[in-house]
């Protein structure tokens, strides 16, 4: 299933001298079923702020054929003070889970699995088999 994302900018334009700034960006998601909210917070959060800041600073110039920044020393991202305020909803989804799966846990007891719909984590021994 994939993830729809309605997103508004409100914007500020200086008119003098052409600045655009970014006042809030509101955001509205079906990620589908969510098992780490604040994990899908981070994830939504970081992918605004990085398509704001291709949007408004970045790009690439080229002069007679070549590159012209060759460097980091000219390269802009989005500072933090150009962070807008973000105003970020996820919706409940209609769809079934799909079974996404998220790793976690520790070498020790070999990998972790926990599925969406799945009331409780199982674990994949080192052998393979599975527990519930």
Avoid: H
């Avoid at 914007?11 to 604040?38: F, H, M, Q, W, Y």
């Avoid at 003070?81 to 070999?110: K, N, W």
């Avoid at 994949?124 to 519930?132: K, P």
């Amino acid at each position: 299933m994939p993830t729809w994302t309605a997103c508004v900018a409100r914007v500020r334009v200086n008119r003098s001298n052409g600045v655009v700034t970014v006042e809030k960006l509101t955001l509205v998601l079906d990620a589908g079923t969510i098992v780490d909210p604040d994990g899908a917070l981070a994830q939504v959060e970081g992918a605004s702020l990085w398509g704001l800041s291709l949007a408004l600073f970045e790009g690439t110039e080229f002069v007679k054929g070549q590159v012209k920044d060759t460097n980091f020393n000219s390269y802009t991202p989005l500072r933090i003070g150009d962070v807008p305020e973000l105003d970020i909803e996820f919706i409940d989804s209609t769809e079934a889970p799909v079974g996404a799966v998220i790793v976690y846990g520790g070498q020790d007891a070999g990998p972790r699995y926990w599925r969406a719909g799945r009331s409780t984590p199982f674990c994949w021994t080192t052998r393979g088999s599975a527990s519930s």
